[in-house]
């Protein structure tokens, strides 16, 4: 009798390749379970969306990184279609996720004036459309129950239009320039330690307010990727009954401000450092910071994402426990990358599309197994998301979504 395919098998044989993922039995294990999904009328499967900010796909093992850990993100590709090529329609957070919600192009930015309220106007960095409809509505409407989970501060600002279609939400607050609590105790001594003699005001306001929002932790739990990926496992508990739901988890993390707790940081950079963290880039030319402190820069950033992979793989050992891995489609992407020095640029500067920056990470866990362990090697998008989701519930798309439905794929077809 074959083994049954789990997340853990996966984690076992991480280093088996091809061979570990035939040995498990992908189609016989899943194959004959997923029917009891698709009663006549609708598609009873669950829907988990994972979004990760800055993940840069150089950054990842399952993509070649040979360096930084990140175990579950490598077996999770093992368990999915794992695309190659994937890349954001648009950037940054906004845009990418416009698409991402929408279907629709965001690129090129029609009729874009900035009317932002947060003073942050780049090309495209607009709500989403009064005429868009968004995935959560459009599942809503056919009786899937829609949540979310967030540290994403531009997800919960309702200038932004993301929460429509919702039925309940968990806003975890103090992200980035989230004016949480007041900056007004934060010193500049602080401030000079999180940050480097290059930082600009802005970026330096950015660690202020930062540092004022975080200023409660007292364990790693504390932390934003924690938090997020603890509160979505306590959701797939609370919404077991709600079947089929749909949740959204959006992480705001690898996202500066780069500041893992230290035990990540000392894996890739040196452990006796005592110098000023450069936390927050500026996005710009890389002329503001020493080759010392690029260095350390480029470590907060690898602890940073292996820190966010460490929950990642407990919130998956979690849908594994509550046996929701054969019942529910899980989709993980990044929504762009950022520069750590590359091309003399570093954070997201506006005037280049550097493979750091456009390189992103797309995984699709089919509930059936399907094309588990393949690669694709197509262009996918953050538009193709939304398209895909619905067509893989059994859901017509609206006219408006103009993303690929990437379930016709041939990997899939297996």
């Known amino acids: 009798m074959r083994e049954r395919l789990t997340r853990r098998n996966f984690l076992k044989v991480a280093g088996a390749g091809t061979a570990g993922v035939a040995a498990l039995g992908v189609s016989a294990a899943l194959g004959s379970r997923?029917?009891?999904?698709?009663?006549?009328?609708?598609?009873?499967?669950n829907v988990i969306l994972v979004v990760l900010d800055s993940l840069r796909r150089d950054h990842v093992g399952a993509y070649g990184n040979g360096w930084i850990k990140t175990p579950n993100l490598d077996a999770l590709a093992k368990q999915s279609l794992a695309f190659d090529l994937p890349y954001p329609e648009s950037i940054p957070t906004?845009?990418?996720?416009?698409?991402?919600?929408?279907?629709?192009?965001?690129?090129?930015?029609?009729?874009?004036?900035?009317?932002?309220?947060?003073?942050?106007?780049?090309?495209?960095?607009?709500?989403?459309?009064?005429?868009?409809?968004?995935?959560?509505?459009?599942?809503?409407?056919?009786g899937v129950n829609t949540n979310i989970v967030t540290d994403t501060l531009h997800m919960y600002r309702t200038f932004y239009d993301f929460q429509r279609g919702f039925d309940t939400f968990d806003y975890?607050?103090?992200?980035?320039?989230?004016?949480?609590?007041?900056?007004?105790?934060?010193?500049d001594a602080r401030v000079d330690a999180v940050t480097v003699s290059g930082n600009i005001g802005d970026m330096r306001e950015k660690a202020r307010q930062y540092l004022a929002n975080t200023s409660h932790r007292?364990?790693?739990?504390?932390?934003?990727?924690?938090?997020?990926?603890?509160?979505?496992g306590e959701y797939l508990e609370h919404i077991k009954e709600a079947q089929p739901f749909f949740l959204l988890v959006d992480c705001f993390d690898p996202h500066e401000p780069w500041d893992p707790p230290r035990k990540y940081v000392d894996l890739y950079?040196?452990?006796?450092?005592?110098?000023?963290?450069?936390?927050?880039?500026?996005?710009?030319?890389?002329?503001?910071?020493?080759?010392?402190?690029?260095?350390?820069?480029?470590?907060?950033?690898?602890?940073?994402?292996?820190?966010?992979?460490?929950?990642?793989?407990?919130?998956?050992?979690?849908?594994?426990?509550?046996?929701?891995?054969?019942?529910t489609l899980l989709v993980l992407l990044s929504d762009h990358g950022a520069c750590l020095g590359e091309h003399d640029a570093t954070g997201k500067p506006y005037w280049a599309l550097y493979p750091e920056l456009t390189d992103t990470v797309l995984m699709m866990r089919h509930p059936r197994g399907k094309g588990a362990g393949k690669r694709?090697?197509?262009?996918?998008?953050?538009?193709?998301?939304?398209?895909?989701?619905?067509s893989m519930l059994g859901i017509e798309k609206p006219?408006?979504?103009?993303?690929?439905?990437?379930?016709?794929?041939?990997?899939?077809?297996?």
Do not use: C
């Open 172 to 187: 975890i607050r103090g992200q980035e320039r989230d004016q949480y609590r007041p900056m007004t105790s934060v010193s």
């Open 218 to 232: 007292k364990t790693e739990e504390d932390w934003f990727a924690p938090q997020v990926f603890t509160s979505a």
């Open 94 to 142: 906004i845009p990418a996720r416009r698409a991402i919600h929408t279907g629709v192009r965001t690129w090129p930015f029609k009729d874009w004036h900035p009317v932002s309220d947060d003073g942050f106007k780049p090309y495209g960095w607009a709500p989403v459309p009064e005429d868009q409809v968004v995935l959560a509505e459009v599942l809503s409407a056919e």
């Open 269 to 327: 950079g040196d452990p006796d450092y005592s110098g000023r963290e450069p936390t927050v880039p500026n996005y710009s030319d890389a002329s503001w910071i020493t080759e010392e402190e690029l260095e350390r820069m480029r470590a907060l950033y690898a602890g940073e994402v292996t820190m966010t992979d460490a929950w990642l793989g407990r919130f998956l050992d979690r849908i594994e426990e509550l046996g929701r891995t054969e019942n």
């Open 34 to 45: 997923y029917e009891e999904y698709l009663p006549k009328g609708g598609s009873k499967v």
């Open 399 to 414: 006219e408006q979504m103009d993303g690929a439905d990437l379930s016709h794929l041939r990997e899939w077809r297996a």
């Open 376 to 390: 694709s090697d197509y262009y996918a998008s953050t538009h193709d998301v939304a398209p895909t989701i619905l």
